[in-house]
């Protein structure tokens, strides 16, 4: 597709529940990476893959945060047994390997807004 | 950590010529400045980034000292659709490199 595309929209959890985030990327893209954006903060970053490969997961807050990209396409940001400290809004962005007018400008999706109850 | 200091907030009347500052004292030679803004209920869009060079395009100019320590992000006619958070970026131009992003500048522009 044209953009990046993140389902759901939004999501609203039981304390306890696994939750499952998609990210479409921009076909093509090498790079892609999640963020966490909690309210009034900027996006920080969890994870980076390149292709398939998962080269940086330095930003994943705990054990129970897990990411996947298997066929270096779609990738799916799972969360266990949520926490109410795991509201916020995730952003997936992807980035060509080859640069463009932009350089190396990602392209956001509009993200999920994930609500812990 | 950002390695970047904006203003928190700022505002700027409709048709005026917005101006946010960024200061980023810190950066290597292989850095680039980045631009970017973040809608109420969007991710993040890229708007500009430069190395040491002014640089221009549809959406805004950026204007880069010549120690490259501070920049300037120009809207040169605020609308309202303009008002959103402004992220400056400073990081080496590669598609592997992770942005780091701080709070912003949070612009309201005004009728």
């Known amino acids: 597709g044209a953009g990046v595309s993140q389902s759901p929209r939004y999501k609203v959890a039981k304390r306890g529940q696994d939750v499952a985030l998609r990210c479409d990327p921009i076909s093509g893209h090498v790079s892609l990476f999640w963020y966490q954006q909690a309210l009034g903060q900027g996006p920080e970053f969890l994870t980076y893959f390149q292709n398939e490969a998962q080269l940086d997961k330095s930003g994943l807050p705990s054990d129970r945060f897990f990411a996947e990209r298997p066929e270096g396409s779609v990738s799916t940001l799972k969360i266990q047994r949520t926490q109410q400290e795991d509201s916020a809004v995730y952003l997936c962005?992807?980035?060509?390997?080859?640069?463009?007018?932009?350089?190396?400008?990602?392209?956001f999706g509009s993200g999920t807004r994930l609500t812990v109850v | 950590d950002a390695k970047t200091t904006q203003p928190t907030s700022m505002d700027c009347a409709e048709g005026r010529a917005a101006n946010l500052p960024c200061n980023h004292s810190t950066i290597s030679g292989n850095e680039y400045v980045y631009w970017y803004r973040q809608i109420h209920s969007q991710g993040p869009q890229y708007i500009i980034h430069g190395l040491k060079n002014n640089e221009t395009n549809e959406m805004a100019s950026l204007i880069i000292t010549e120690d490259r320590k501070s920049s300037t992000l120009i809207l040169p006619h605020a609308t309202l659709r303009d008002t959103a958070v402004y992220y400056c970026?400073?990081?080496?131009?590669?598609?592997?490199?992770?942005?780091?992003f701080g709070t912003g500048t949070r612009l309201q522009v005004f009728p």
């Open positions: 962005a992807s980035s060509s390997a080859t640069g463009s007018g932009r350089g190396y400008g990602y392209t």
């Open positions: 970026i400073v990081r080496v131009d590669s598609y592997t490199d992770k942005l780091i």
